[in-house]
Structure formats: structure tokens, C-alpha cells
């Protein structure tokens, strides 16, 4: 007869057993598992007698999952699996966590669904059931059977399993409705509203609530700033609309632009324009798109947009807070930081790829901060100053933002002249301010429009938001030697005696 052990390598201790005798301590312990102190215990988990699974066999599947998960923490289908061991082994909370993590990567996915109304079916069992109607319009639908249970109970024609009456009326399903009954939703026309009010159990007429399309952002829409948008209509725009002339010239389009200057100055706003009056697509990548904390991740993520962009041309690639992403690697501490430098210099040159029709702008706040490799000639060769807007720009602003806004006698020229070096995000800050000394008069009982007393209440207590960049910039002109990266920065400069 063969020998039988209790316990594996790491037991603190082994009992043996053959032909029905003890020929070791009938002790065993390890971590995780239950503590035996009889023969008869040790008998029946080392197999002499009915076998009996060990606690520790789920414990060790779950550890598993665990070490898996954190290798692979974006496989969708090993975390599905994780949170249905996690809900056979009633840890609900945990699972609801994993639910969550489940709809953040994929919301409309069968599987997440499903996983979701498993862990909604105890607490709310109607909710499961939205959930579940909708896992199964959704594609590579596979039925579960607790959740065709519950679908059988709220729909008496696909199954008798419990009657009507024990079903809570909130589960209840019309007959009449195609989708209680199991069947795929009729597609709606499309122009068809999502949305419908109506009155709570009266025939009102339902209102529709029509989607509004959002508004195209282009040259037109911005105030100001004429000689930048030329400078760019000839650097980036004619070349994506008129490819032949410049490739006559040995011109391409596509290539890096780097916008740079004060906060709130609209450089994103700009990048929107540019996507637009090129008829290209737009791609808009923030600092969360691209850096997370798995070793290796954040570089396969900036790749993986620069692929992006590579199959929808022409494209407009736009990198927010540059200087975020492509931090000096001099002065940087962490070698993950250099690693994503690399790598985006990489996509830049396009080795192996092919550029062609993907204009990569880039918007920073911090010039002197990007990598100096970032700025040779073939990647952000190109770096544009977007300056605070000048005086007729604000003038206008002023004019655009107050429309619709009750008003008395307010002189705009003046105003303008008022707010040397403001952004636009400073004037929006500025007309808040006046409105609010407005508001106050007219809760007391003095209603009345804004006036100039209320914009020079606001100039008093508002200073331009630019002013610590310009500062900041001066002593980088300042000390830059014969460096012509700040000269467009140079020139603002001593426009308003600043340097």
C-alpha cells in the first residue's frame, strides 16, 4: 500500500501513515491551512478515508489569481475571473471594487456587466436585472444561470420557476415590451432624442430633448492674435490643404510644433483651431493618457497613440503640459522619466513608421523644462511664443463675453487699456467679479447692469495671472546668451519695457 503524507514542503511538521499505523508526529501546520490533533483528522486529509477538499486549495487559487493580476493588471477576462472567486468566497466588498475596476476598462462589455449584476443581485435585485438585459444585447454574450433565474422569475413567459405573485412588483416585466421579453432593442432612428420628459401617469405630451452638436473651434472663433494665426496657416495649415505646392518646394506636411507661453493664454484652444481649419482628425493626449505606474506601461501607452494617429491621417496629435511628459532628462531623478523621453523620441523620428501626415503639436507652459533633444530640427523644430492677447484683443474679448449681459454705459477701449498683460482666462475672471458687486446691489433692491465703478472695484483686487511667468521668463532671455529659442519671448519683452 503506498504511503501517504499530510502536509508539503514548508510544514513545520508530517505525519505519515502506512498500512493504517502512524510512523510520524500526527501534528501538522502551515500557513493558511486548519490544525490537526488526532490521528483520525490526519487519516481523513492525507486520504485514508473519505477525502475532503482542504481549505487551503481555494486560498491558494486565489493567491494565484492575485500574482497573475498584478503581472497582468489589464487582462479583462483574469479579472472577470477574479471577482467571481471573490464572490464565491462572500468577500461582496471586494468584489464590488473589482466590478468597478471591470467597467472602467470596458463599461459596455458583456462580461463586466454580468460581473456587475452578480454583485447588485443580493442588495438589489432589480438593478441586476437592468444589468443583465443589457449584458445580453451586448456582443459575445454568455447566459448566467443565477441571472436567467432571476430574468425567468421577473418574466413568466420564459419560465415558471417561482410564481408571479412572489416576484417584487418592481421586477414585474409588460408583456407588451419586446425587451422584458428577452428580445434585442429596436434600433431607434438617428435622429431620434435619447432622452424624453414626460409627466408622471398622464398622456403629456412627451418633449424632445435634441442633442446639440458642439461647436467646431476655428481661426474665426479666436480674437486676436492675427499674425500668430498667419505664421501658422503657413507653417501647418497650407501644407495638410495644399500638399502638391510644397512638395515642389520639398516641403511636407506633418512634423512637431511646440506652443509655448503663460497659463490661459489659449494655446489648447489654438491646437483645436488648427485640427479644424485642416479638415484633420484630432487626437488630444493628457498627462493621465500616458504615465502610470506599472514599469513600462506609460511607454507603451505613448506608442500606442502615436499608432493611433498613424491610422486616422492627416491627423493633429496634440501633447497637453509637455514638459510633463518629456521632463529634461539632466535634470530628471527617476530612470522611468528618461525611458519615456526615449521613447517619444523614437515615435517623433519615426523609425521604422511613417510620419506622414500626423502633425504633432505640443503645448507647455515650461519651455525650459522639455528635453533640448525634443527640440532639434524633425521633432519640435518648430516652437511658437503664444503671447498674453494685445489690447485690441481684449477690447474684443470684452465685447464677445458681455453680450447678453445687462450693461450701463461701460466704455471697452478703456477697460482694454486697464488690463495690460491679462489673459482671456483673466478677463473671464475679471467680468465674474464685476458681476458679483452687480448682484449684491440687486438682492439689496437696487437691480442694475454692470458698470465701470464695478470692473474698477475688480481691477483693484485682480492682478494679471502672467505676470510670474513673464518674470520667470525674463531672467531665462536674460541669461540664454546667444540661445535664439526665447526670441519671439525677447521681443514681447521689450515691447512693454519688461527687459
Not at 482628425?281 to 494617429?309: K, Y
Not at 477701449?413 to 458679483?436: F, N, Y
Request: aromatic content about 6%; some cysteine; overall charge neutral.
Amino acid at each position: 500500500m503506498p504511503r501517504w503524507r499530510c502536509g508539503s514542503a514548508g510544514s513545520r511538521s508530517v505525519a505519515g501513515w502506512r498500512n493504517g499505523r502512524r510512523t510520524g508526529p500526527a501534528f501538522s501546520w502551515r500557513s493558511g491551512w486548519a490544525t490537526w490533533s488526532t490521528a483520525g483528522s490526519c487519516r481523513r486529509w492525507c486520504g485514508v478515508g473519505p477525502r475532503v477538499e482542504r481549505p487551503s486549495d481555494r486560498n491558494l487559487a486565489m493567491q494565484e489569481l492575485e500574482q497573475a493580476l498584478l503581472k497582468a493588471p489589464f487582462d479583462h477576462g483574469l479579472r472577470a475571473r477574479y471577482a467571481r472567486a471573490l464572490l464565491a468566497s462572500s468577500r461582496q466588498e471586494e468584489a464590488d471594487v473589482q466590478a468597478g475596476l471591470l467597467a472602467q476598462q470596458r463599461p459596455d462589455d458583456a462580461t463586466t456587466l454580468v460581473i456587475q449584476a452578480l454583485c447588485r443581485l443580493a442588495a438589489d435585485p432589480a438593478a441586476a436585472l437592468d444589468l443583465y438585459m443589457r449584458a445580453r444585447r451586448a456582443p459575445a454574450f454568455e447566459p448566467e444561470a443565477t441571472l436567467e433565474d432571476l430574468a425567468a422569475h421577473a418574466n413568466p413567459a420564459r419560465g415558471h420557476l417561482a410564481p408571479v405573485a412572489s416576484i417584487p412588483s418592481d421586477l414585474a416585466a409588460d408583456p407588451a415590451d419586446p425587451v422584458a421579453q428577452g428580445e434585442p432593442r429596436p434600433p431607434a432612428p438617428v435622429d431620434a432624442p435619447r432622452l424624453q420628459l414626460v409627466g408622471a401617469g398622464t398622456t403629456a405630451r412627451v418633449a424632445a430633448i435634441q442633442q446639440v452638436a458642439q461647436e467646431k473651434v476655428r481661426f474665426s472663433s479666436i480674437v486676436g492674435m492675427e499674425a500668430l494665426k498667419k505664421t501658422i496657416r503657413l507653417k501647418i495649415i497650407e501644407p495638410f490643404l495644399k500638399p502638391g505646392l510644397f512638395q515642389r518646394f520639398r516641403m511636407n506636411s506633418g512634423g512637431g510644433i511646440l506652443l509655448y507661453g503663460p497659463p490661459g493664454c489659449g494655446k489648447t484652444m489654438l491646437a483645436r483651431a488648427v485640427a479644424n481649419e485642416c479638415d484633420a482628425e484630432f487626437i488630444s493626449v493628457g498627462v493621465s493618457d500616458i504615465l502610470t505606474m506599472w514599469q513600462g506601461e506609460s511607454e507603451r501607452n505613448l506608442a500606442a497613440m502615436f499608432e493611433r494617429a498613424r491610422s486616422q491621417t492627416p491627423c493633429v496629435l496634440f501633447f497637453d503640459e509637455l514638459d510633463a511628459l518629456a521632463y529634461a532628462r539632466s535634470k530628471a531623478s527617476s530612470a522611468s522619466t528618461r525611458t519615456v523621453v526615449n521613447e517619444f523620441l523614437t515615435q517623433l523620428d519615426g523609425l521604422g513608421k511613417d510620419n506622414q501626415g500626423v502633425l504633432v503639436l505640443a503645448a507647455t507652459n515650461m519651455p525650459w523644462d522639455v528635453d533640448d533633444a525634443m527640440k532639434r530640427p524633425g521633432r519640435f523644430a518648430r516652437q511658437i511664443f503664444v503671447s498674453p492677447p494685445d489690447a485690441p484683443a481684449r477690447e474684443e474679448m470684452l465685447r464677445i463675453k458681455l453680450t447678453g449681459v445687462p450693461t450701463e454705459a461701460l466704455d471697452l477701449r478703456r477697460l482694454a487699456e486697464r488690463t495690460p498683460h491679462c489673459s482671456g482666462a483673466d478677463i473671464d475672471g475679471l467680468i465674474e467679479l464685476a458681476k458679483e458687486s452687480a448682484l449684491l446691489d440687486s438682492l439689496d433692491g437696487d437691480e442694475r447692469g454692470l458698470r465701470m465703478a464695478d470692473f474698477e472695484a475688480a481691477l483693484g483686487s485682480q492682478t494679471p495671472s502672467t505676470l510670474e511667468w513673464l518674470r520667470t521668463v525674463r531672467n531665462v532671455v536674460k541669461y540664454a546668451g546667444e540661445d535664439a529659442t526665447y526670441r519671439e519671448v525677447g521681443t514681447y519683452l521689450k515691447q512693454h519695457r519688461m527687459l
